[in-house]
């Protein structure tokens, strides 16, 4: 077996939120409690102050979930970065924050 974390950070891969789950969990299903459960108080989105979230490919279809939480979804497509790569040899994949935190 093993552990799964669900994690929320902030644009510098600080964490807001972890949820721990077994490793056999599907990302969709910890998204509702992940977003539900930030511990520092988040300020109200604004046209000025938007909230950006993104995420992989697994969470395709499920951005009325992070929307209707004031978050505006950015979902990277699966192969994007080798099909960028094709058209571009210096292209150099930008990797998502969270990836700090791990």
Avoid at 3 to 15: F, Y
Avoid at 39 to 49: D, H, Q
Wanted: include cysteine; proline fraction near 6%.
């Amino acid at each position: 077996m093993g552990t799964k974390r669900s994690v929320l950070t902030d644009e510098r891969g600080l964490p807001l939120a972890v949820i721990l789950s077994g490793a056999n969990t599907h990302d969709v299903k910890l998204l509702s409690d992940t977003l539900d459960n930030v511990v520092v108080l988040r300020p109200e989105p604004s046209n000025k102050l938007p909230q950006n979230l993104c995420l992989d490919a697994s969470y395709t279809g499920h951005q009325d979930e992070v929307e209707t939480r004031g978050y505006i979804t950015h979902i990277r497509p699966r192969g994007e970065e080798k099909e960028e790569l094709k058209r571009n040899p210096h292209f150099r994949a930008r990797r998502w924050v969270v990836e700090v935190l791990h």
